[in-house]
């Protein structure tokens, strides 16, 4: 497309022309903890980009870090201002989520010891709880009324569960934990089997808890090719789904360390992106995605445990559980397995409740 | 918006669905050097999610790593993988440009040696200078024939006509290097001082190396508030521009290290994402840009060398430096000198060209 300018220059832009909206529609307020840690670096300036809220929404970035850290944050606030990013309505630094959290519309809790190598996630439940009880009353006492949480953090499930628990005023189902993450590496894998680009495989999902006894599930699942769509299990073999499909998906993590030497970050800080991405403004051509969310006690899952479900989003802001599919009788198995590993994740931090 | 699926399942989504167009486009193909680097792990992913060649064109990403950091390369194919993103049709890594650069439709190169505390940049040029030797008959040898490069690593303006001068086969003006960052910390300063957001502010820009010769040049902005667009000297005092603002702008990748210890990674991924994507998409509602490229003798900067200049976008990869432009004598005269600057590091490296 071109256009002439008031000065009668020609000028070409073949993008959308970025409008006035950015100093029309009103910011968003989102809350990052662990803001200059490695996942918080690779997700902030995504935000900042517009990839998590869309290309028209502004953005205030109110960026948390331990007393430690804050002479790091100044200067990824600087980076920040350097980017000129057109939707980054304005940024704030706190050593303190009471400062940090303040008036925050979505909290992003990131920050956490990260698992080192040869650590499991068991090794950090004790460790992390703590962090997650004042930054459940920091939300309580100063985030704004419908304020939507997305845990990153590790174990990310029971973190939501303690900061749900300090947070009476928030409305229970918006505590959420990234399983998106999982979802997302399950459909890289299946996409890489079946020869097409991810997004050609949509409709699978994880059950569970993000730890290794999560339940990566593709009875819904279809991959599309040049010949048509398929359901997920015409596209693969049942044998792969079962065995390398399964492990690798589950196991993921950990072999990420021993390749990079740290954890995962940039595909972290993608997922959590996608994860408030689809919350707000919906699924696109997915008609599900994984989200941990407080159970109500479907598929026989106890209810309150922060547990990855099949959800749809029906509106902004608005997820229900997909209710009454068929799950076979394996499945079922694991899937109160990694309900069972939650109960005791959460009587392990039941003083922090 | 909402829609019913075939099932009847209504089905919420308020952005864009994803199109099948990402199965139909033929990808671009994306050589990035220095993929595991601080700088490299930004900007990957953020390509990868389409905020460089826009949202509906897929990118194959081949990445280019030294033989020992190959293992961590691939652990960021890894993530890359597990992020499931819609438009990275497929990765390639490699240690050897030779390969990395085959076929590919635009080259970033990224890796170089970085500037530590303390160090500056002409300590790096003897040293940086033979690793763009070899990337440049790469380029050569086996890059597409109207391949576009763009490079980071630096001192990048004398990085790039060393590479320009190894690779005769490709048009030399596709041969650029990158101030954009230094163009976005002036609009980021700008719009922090006039309190607008950076999405108001257009078409400041800068002349030069990228090195604290380099001029910001406001001549030509605006900033748009609430009650109209000024022009950056009506919004701004003379005073900050000619003091803190020039001297903020030209010496901030040292502010930078000091903050975090470390230069600057993801402001400089982002400057690189917009560079690219202004040169295919077009700059949006700004009239111009700034970016690195070989001078054609306009405004008496010795022709060849490579040079930031304000230019246009006129069609997609295509630039057009802005002539005719006036220039008052203290601009200019500090022009020469970040020309003179230029001319003495060519003559440095000058047994390489």
Same mark, same amino acid.
């Given at each position: 497309m071109t256009r002439v300018d008031d000065d009668g220059l020609i000028c070409y832009s073949g993008g959308v022309f970025r409008t006035m909206? !950015?100093?029309?529609?009103?910011?968003?307020? &989102?809350a990052v903890t662990g803001a200059a840690g490695q996942i918080g670096y690779s997700l902030i300036f995504s935000i900042?980009? $517009?990839?998590?809220?869309?290309?028209?929404?502004?953005?205030?970035?109110?960026?948390?870090?331990?007393? &430690?850290?804050?002479? @790091?944050?100044?200067? =990824?606030?600087?980076?920040?201002?350097?980017?000129?990013?057109?939707?980054?309505?304005? /940024?704030?630094? @706190?050593?303190?989520p009471m400062q940090g959290f303040k008036g925050a519309d979505v909290v992003m809790l990131? $920050?956490?010891? *990260?698992?080192?190598?040869?650590?499991?996630?068991?090794?950090?439940?004790?460790?992390?709880?703590?962090?997650?009880?004042?930054?459940?009353? @920091? /939300?309580? @006492?100063?985030?704004?009324?419908?304020?939507? /949480?997305?845990?990153?953090?590790? *174990?990310?499930?029971?973190?939501?569960?303690?900061?749900? !628990?300090r947070a009476k005023r928030i409305p229970k189902k918006n505590f959420t934990a990234m399983t998106r993450l999982d979802q997302n590496r399950a459909v890289g894998q299946i996409a890489r089997k079946a020869g097409v680009a991810p997004a050609d495989v949509h409709d699978v999902f994880v059950w569970g808890n993000h730890s290794d006894t999560m339940v990566p599930d593709v009875s819904l699942g279809t991959v599309?090719?040049?010949?048509?769509?398929?359901?997920?299990?015409?596209?693969v073999s049942a044998d792969w789904l079962g065995g390398d499909f399964d492990k690798t998906v589950r196991t993921r993590g950990k072999a990420i360390i021993v390749a990079?030497?740290?954890?995962?970050?940039?595909?972290a800080a993608m997922s959590a992106v996608n994860? /408030?991405?689809? #919350?707000?403004? $919906?699924?696109?051509?997915?008609?599900?995605?994984?989200m941990a969310v407080p159970s109500d006690g479907s598929y026989g899952i106890p209810e309150g445990l922060i547990y990855s479900f099949p959800?749809?989003?029906?509106?902004? #802001?608005?997820?229900?559980? =997909?209710?009454?599919?068929? &799950?076979?009788?394996?499945?079922?198995?694991?899937?109160?397995?990694?309900?069972?590993?939650?109960?005791e994740e959460r009587a392990a931090v039941a003083d922090l409740l």
């Open positions: 909206e !950015s100093t029309m529609t009103k910011p968003i307020r &989102v900042a980009a $517009g990839d998590m809220l869309g290309p028209d929404q502004p953005v205030i970035l109110q960026l948390v870090e331990l007393p &430690v850290a804050m002479q @790091a944050l100044e200067g =990824v606030g600087m980076e920040l201002d350097d980017c000129a990013f057109p939707l980054l309505h304005s /940024i704030e630094l @706190a050593d303190d990131v $920050g956490a010891k *990260p698992r080192g190598a040869g650590q499991d996630r068991s090794d950090l439940i004790k460790s992390n709880g703590p962090i997650f009880t004042g930054q459940g009353e @920091a /939300i309580d @006492a100063v985030a704004a009324d419908d304020a939507k /949480i997305i845990v990153v953090g590790n *174990p990310c499930n029971t973190n939501a569960l303690i900061a749900q !628990s599309r090719t040049g010949s048509g769509t398929k359901s997920v299990v015409e596209a990079r030497g740290k954890s995962s970050a940039a595909s994860h /408030i991405h689809d #919350w707000f403004l $919906g699924t696109g051509e997915s008609k599900i995605t994984s959800v749809k989003i029906t509106a902004p #802001w608005q997820y229900e559980i =997909v209710r009454d599919l068929k &799950v076979d009788d394996a499945t079922k198995t694991r899937m109160m397995a990694s309900a069972k590993e939650l109960e």
